[in-house]
């Protein structure tokens, strides 16, 4: 199966990476400047599970043709438009399986690729992109999973998976994919929310004397959307979200936080302002999804300069 991955940026440059290290066919869609720094140094992963160095197949938005099985699709949320456009002359055809965190893709790939092309897709993993262009893995959570939105789609997913399965990261096809989706859409967006908010860790933050209540707090305001949406979070994930953000000794940095730290574009809008936005068109208050949201619309204002 031929595999073209969109970026080889943190996460797509891991998981692609560790396919393309298996023998997989895997090509990466990257831009100019990307594509010499692969050419000259090879695709580098940093990881407590193993070090990678390898060459890799790239091509560009002048060089990208037809051809392709699958496409995976992970980048940042605010290049998603640039992203179509680099993608239309390659993925006739393809499966979309996008990595966004979110909800809010689904539409704009649906009308580009349509919907029977794209696919549901979760990726739970610590990954960044250094900026001498290493590909750097926090922890070992290395999740990744898509799966069917529709009956029509159920084959071509579970042979994407099977394509995938001697990356070494155990891909799963999911039945119930939208759902997952939704729980991380939750999740993500009460953990990158709070995060930056408190500008520290979940740990840190749990550790103050009202912090996870407030956590609490924000994810019961996101899960309340979710659960209006038809994908209420399931009684595992609440358990795991509680757990999670009760725990004092929780290293988890958000990579929103992480990136706001650097000074570098954060996916607000997608994630936290969706949120709300979902959150005001059902009548919530949502004062603490209100409170995340305008410090990071100031967080943008202050970058834009």
């Not at 031929?2 to 290290?21: D, E, P, Q, T």
């Not at 749990?206 to 979710?226: K, N």
């Not at 595992?236 to 000074?263: C, I, K, W, Y």
Request: hydrophobic share 45%.
């Amino acid at each position: 199966m031929r595999i073209l991955v969109l970026g080889a940026g943190g996460i797509g440059g891991y998981f692609g990476g560790r396919l393309a290290a298996s023998g997989g066919d895997v090509t990466f869609l990257v831009r100019d400047r990307r594509a010499e720094i692969l050419a000259r140094d090879g695709l580098r992963i940093r990881s407590e599970l193993g070090d990678l160095d390898l060459a890799v197949r790239t091509v560009t938005r002048a060089t990208a043709a037809p051809g392709y099985d699958a496409v995976i699709l992970s980048c940042k949320a605010y290049d998603l438009d640039d992203a179509i456009a680099a993608l239309a002359p390659a993925a006739a055809g393809a499966m979309i399986v996008p990595l966004l965190n979110g909800m809010r893709h689904l539409d704009a790939l649906d009308v580009a690729f349509g919907a029977g092309n794209v696919c549901g897709g979760v990726a739970a993993i610590g990954v960044t992109l250094d900026d001498d262009g290493t590909v750097r893995h926090f922890g070992k959570a290395q999740s990744y999973t898509h799966g069917p939105r529709a009956p029509s789609q159920e084959d071509r997913c579970a042979a994407l998976a099977e394509a995938m399965a001697p990356g070494g990261f155990a891909p799963r096809c999911s039945p119930t994919i939208m759902q997952d989706m939704w729980e991380k859409f939750v999740f993500i967006t009460t953990a990158a929310g709070m995060a930056c908010l408190m500008r520290g860790a979940i740990g840190a933050i749990a550790r103050t004397a009202e912090g996870t209540s407030l956590l609490i707090e924000m994810y019961e305001e996101c899960a309340a959307v979710a659960e209006a949406a038809g994908y209420a979070p399931r009684a595992r994930h609440r358990e795991f979200a509680r757990a999670g953000f009760s725990d004092p000794t929780n290293g988890n940095v958000p990579s929103m936080l992480r990136d706001l730290q650097r000074g570098l574009r954060v996916e607000a809008d997608h994630l936290v302002g969706d949120m709300l936005a979902r959150a005001h068109a059902l009548g919530q208050a949502a004062p603490m999804l209100r409170a995340a949201s305008a410090h990071l619309a100031v967080y943008q204002e202050n970058r834009a300069g």
